[in-house]
């Protein structure tokens, strides 16, 4: 994607601080850019579509009201996949064994750095349940792409090559050896925060919200699913047509691990 930016928010940074302090500025600056897109949107001549905050903000579900957030789809996009596969359940599990905590310890900066293979879940549910499939740049000097000449100033869809068999061989298989060797993924192919200068912002915050949310969950729960039968659909974003019921019981404290 090189010569391509995005065209409807820049963010004062592109790169930041993998830090909780960077985590936190992030989020104040999102909240900023929320607040000023919510008055924005007020006014007569807005459109919704206008950019992706506007677009993430304006979006309802059939209530009319806000629907779900993008981390909001992604943890329940795991619960349903650790409650339908059991050895990537057990492969969580054993990493919060190996962490050797007492069950009201506090999690630490270092235990979810090694929390490597809850991620690698994370991001094969991200591969497989994107909550945005595609997105925009403005195509800033004339290039040629197989063939055909793309002139500056036009806005193009960059579209998501999750389910390439060549980049992730058996893409419709759930597993997390997809994100075992990094290396092997070439640049921009995983694409679930976007990438580029314009990259999520808030993705090392989702990271932090999401190891955080598994490890109590899979240390104080069981869960298993109501239906086993889930239908997913996307409206665009990815949701479950009908909700995704659990029965969920806490652990009882023999049991915690
Ligand atoms: C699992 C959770 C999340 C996912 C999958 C996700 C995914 C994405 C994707 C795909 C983009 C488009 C990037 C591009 O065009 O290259 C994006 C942009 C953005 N995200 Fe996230 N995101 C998540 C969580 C968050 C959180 C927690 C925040 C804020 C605290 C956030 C704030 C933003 C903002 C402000 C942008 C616009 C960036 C720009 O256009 O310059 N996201 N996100």
Redesign the pocket.
């Known amino acids: 994607m090189e010569g391509l930016i995005?065209v409807?928010?820049?963010?004062p940074f592109t790169r930041f601080n993998r830090s909780l302090q960077a985590s936190e500025k992030?989020?104040e600056i999102?909240m900023d850019?929320i607040r000023e897109k919510m008055v924005a949107l007020d006014h007569p001549n807005a459109s919704p579509q206008q950019?992706?905050?506007t677009s993430l903000l304006s979006l309802r579900n059939d209530h009319n009201s806000v629907a779900l957030s993008?981390?909001e789809i992604?943890d329940n996009a795991v619960i349903k996949l650790l409650a339908k596969d059991p050895s990537v359940y057990a492969g969580v599990v054993q990493e919060e064994t190996s962490k050797n905590k007492a069950s009201n310890e506090l999690l630490t900066w270092d235990d979810l750095r090694r929390m490597k293979y809850t991620w690698r879940v994370a991001m094969e549910s991200?591969r497989m349940n994107?909550?945005?499939f595609c997105?925009f740049r403005k195509v800033l000097k004339d290039f040629n792409y197989e063939g055909y000449l793309i002139p500056k100033g036009w806005q193009v869809m960059w579209c998501m090559t999750h389910m390439d068999d060549s980049i992730f061989p058996y893409p419709s298989d759930f597993d997390p050896k997809h994100f075992e060797r990094q290396s092997s993924i070439p640049p921009y192919s995983f694409?679930?925060?976007?990438?580029?200068p314009?990259?999520?912002?808030?993705?090392e915050?989702?990271r932090l919200?999401?190891l955080i949310t598994v490890h109590y969950l899979v240390n104080r729960f069981t869960w298993k699913l109501c239906c086993p039968e889930i239908s997913f659909s996307r409206d665009p974003m990815p949701s479950f047509k009908d909700g995704l019921e659990i029965e969920i019981e806490p652990k009882i404290l023999g049991e915690i691990i």
Request: with cysteine.
């Open positions: 995005s409807p928010i820049n963010l992030i989020r999102v850019l950019d992706l905050i993008d981390e992604v991200l994107p909550p945005a997105s694409m679930g925060f976007g990438g580029g314009p990259i999520c912002p808030g993705y915050f989702a919200e999401t």
